[in-house]
């Protein structure tokens, strides 16, 4: 009798211990810009679901990802680290491709990973970008499944279509299912649609379980497709659409989480990899009044929409104007599920929890802007110093400013007015807080420049 109530305790024990573990779900637009959604101020680009999700949870003014491009971005996210740490940021090269050689190291400690080790179930659906190789796909780095592109849709480019063949077939995109390809050329007007299916299917078939969903969609990133559903309806045109289907699918998951009735035990996380391509005009978005797009460390290629929900644990219509990064997602989410932050390797992410859930400020007190593996700017509260600018896709030269250009975030969140003759002290104590964290930058070896073998 003894034992078998002791075996009912600790089934029960071990039971509320996994409800204890949050579902986790990360939704990553690419290339959206920090003006493209309604409720960070466009006027014409309808995104109701996403509205909504701001209005029931929080979001985030000053919210930032850690490189204005997409393989540094991804991989910043994924481990919590800058990619200069990992070998996934170049001078030379600055995404992968699909002739690369390298990929995001095997020895990373991804989020997928550190959940794994709390019996999570994980999926990655979507762009992946970390590596196209065998070794280098998410189910290599702690994914049970991936359903997805392996990089950026306008890889792999013909020269035009063949006879007869819709446009999509211009760019030879594999769609692939784990290791396997299942469709080659993806056709792009389905991606969404597919991916969404994908991710609302992972949600029903584990509601019982802890799970982590990374869907990481393809657009808006050019060349743009939207299903015939959204096709034509967005006053903002063909842009407008895509962004409106991705709403849509926002939506779709957050309708599937309540109705698993899992909804107080899922953290949901929106945002996107880096700022609009602004050269793509009008199939490209808008940083809104922020400066630059894609490609730049001014501030609309690097801040980003940002909006975390979970009802019942983040308060309903918050807004967060506090320094916050994908970079934090990882030290906050395994701290959520129990699971150990790695304590062998620098991690720059800071645990959300106290702003998240109100019990404290905002811990992040600083932001490093990297362009490829060089510091081009950073920011300490509302200040933030530029050591050299470049224009994001230019054909200009990095400039170096000395003394460094400085901008009051909270006055000037465009970056007009250069305030650093007027306080030589903020410059003094930014470039203490760069040199600092300069010193624990180990060169690693270069994924992003291996060559492609022969």
Known sequence: ?????????????????????????????????YGDLGCYGHPTI????????????????????????????????????????????????????????????ESEITLAKGLKTRGYVTAAVGKWHEGHLPQFLPTKHGFDSYFGVPYSNDMDRQPQPKAG??????????????????ERPADQTTLTRRYTEEAVKIIKANKEKPFFLYLAHTMPHVPLYVSEAFAGKSPRGLYGDVIEELDWSVGQVLAAVRAEG?????????????????????????????????GSTWEGG?????????????AAGA??????????????????????????RPIDGVDLAPLLFGTGPGPRLVMIYYRDTTVYAVRK?????????????????????????????????????????????????????????????TPVENQLEKDFPK
């Open 381 to 441: 509260g509302p200040w933030k110093m530029h050591v050299t600018t470049r224009s994001a896709y230019g054909k200009d030269a990095p400039v170096k400013h000395d003394p460094p250009l400085l901008f009051h975030l909270a006055q000037d969140p465009s970056e007009r007015f250069d305030l650093s003759a007027k306080n030589p002290d903020v410059i003094a104590d930014l470039k203490k807080v760069l040199a600092d964290h300069e010193v624990t930058v």
């Open 165 to 182: 063949e819709p446009k999509w077939t211009q760019n030879n995109v594999p769609l692939m299912r784990d290791g396997e390809i299942v």
């Open 46 to 105: 309808r995104t109701p679901n996403l509205d909504r999700m701001a209005a029931e949870g929080m979001r985030f003014t000053d919210f930032y990802v850690a490189a204005p491009v997409c393989t540094p971005s991804r991989a910043a996210l994924l481990t919590g680290r800058y990619a200069v740490r990992s070998g996934m940021a170049s001078e030379k090269r600055r995404v992968l491709f699909p002739n690369s050689a390298g990929g995001l190291p």
């Open 302 to 314: 690097m801040r980003e929409p940002a909006i975390f929900w979970w009802p019942g644990k983040i």
């Open 319 to 344: 807004v967060a104007r506090d320094i916050a990064s994908t970079l934090d997602l990882l030290p906050t989410i395994f701290k959520l599920a129990g699971a150990d932050i790695p304590a062998d």
């Open 262 to 294: 899992i909804e107080k035990k899922t953290l949901v996380v929106f945002t996107s990899d880096n700022g609009p391509w602004l050269i793509m005009k009008e199939n490209g978005g808008s940083a809104g009044l922020l400066q630059e797009g894609k």
């Open 1 to 33: 009798m003894i034992q078998r109530l002791l075996l009912v305790a600790v089934l029960i024990s071990a039971e509320t211990t996994q409800a204890e573990k949050p579902n986790v779900v990360i939704i990553f637009a690419d290339d959206l810009g």
